[in-house]
T-cell receptor
Framework: GAVVSQHPSWVICKSGTSVKIECRSL??????MFWYRQFPKQSLMLMAT?????????EQGVEKDKFLINHASLTLSTLTVTSAHPEDSSFYIC??????????????FGPGTRLTVT | GQQLNQSPQSMFIQEGEDVSMNCTSS?????WLWYKQDPGEGPVLLIA?????ELTSNGRLTAQFGITRKDSFLNISASIPSDVGIYFC???????????FGTGTRLKVLA
């Protein structure tokens, strides 16, 4: 399967500061990248979908001004949590998707970033 | 957000036993995917299904894409301790280009 990296793997920040998380597809060109949020013992909740070179599409209830997404290239997407608050503490996971041979759409996940806001 | 119904929610099994879990939806999907997630890590793709009725195996894992395109199941044969983890199904629709995840099945294997 394809490899997706995510950096940092964990981060602790103070309330009111901003944090940037990077997601890279290492061995394929990702036409689309997704950002998910996962609370303990729960499933993944889609936050937004981003396509290279265009604005991200946010899911209902996700504040686009708080969670800034940039998809600058076919291998890199970033999520910036602005003015972070303790309730933003969570496990953030990115994924990348692109067509494999035969037109199949498979989604590969990064290892996740654990954000703790103090 | 929307989630798919996945059952069972959790299960304890003895090593060597077979495991079966399923995922149902009120919507039709073009693709069904099954993932395994270990604690503190991202999900890892196990099996991808692209056609209604398709039955696909990956080692001890077998998954099927339901005929109605609204459900899928995953079987694990002869479970081993490293099968412990959370298994998620995901449905994909090319029209919306979204992956919708199931609620997860937490598997614990007793040696």
């Amino acid at each position: 399967g394809a490899v997706v990296s995510q950096h940092p793997s964990w981060v602790i920040c103070k309330s009111g500061t901003s944090v940037k998380i990077e997601c890279r597809s290492l061995d394929f060109q990702a036409t689309t990248m997704f950002w998910y949020r996962q609370f303990p013992k729960q499933s993944l909740m889609l936050m937004a979908t981003s396509n290279e070179g265009s604005k991200a599409t946010y899911e209902q209830g996700v504040e686009k001004d708080k969670f800034l997404i940039n998809h600058a290239s076919l291998t890199l997407s970033t999520l910036t949590v602005t003015s972070a608050h303790p309730e933003d503490s969570s496990f953030y996971i990115c994924s990348a998707s692109g067509t494999t041979g035969g037109g199949s759409y498979e989604q590969y996940f990064g290892p996740g970033t654990r954000l703790t806001v103090t | 957000g929307q989630q798919l119904n996945q059952s069972p929610q959790s299960m304890f099994i003895q090593e060597g036993e077979d495991v079966s879990m399923n995922c149902t939806s009120s919507s039709i999907f073009n693709t069904w995917l099954w993932y395994k997630q270990d604690p503190g890590e991202g999900p890892v793709l196990l099996i991808a299904l692209y056609k209604a009725g398709e039955l696909t195996s990956n080692g001890r894992l077998t998954a099927q894409f339901g005929i109605t395109r609204k459900d899928s199941f995953l079987n694990i044969s002869a479970s081993i301790p490293s099968d412990v983890g959370i298994y998620f199904c995901a449905g994909f629709t090319s029209g919306t280009y979204k992956y919708i995840f199931g609620t997860g099945t937490r598997l614990k294997v007793l040696a």
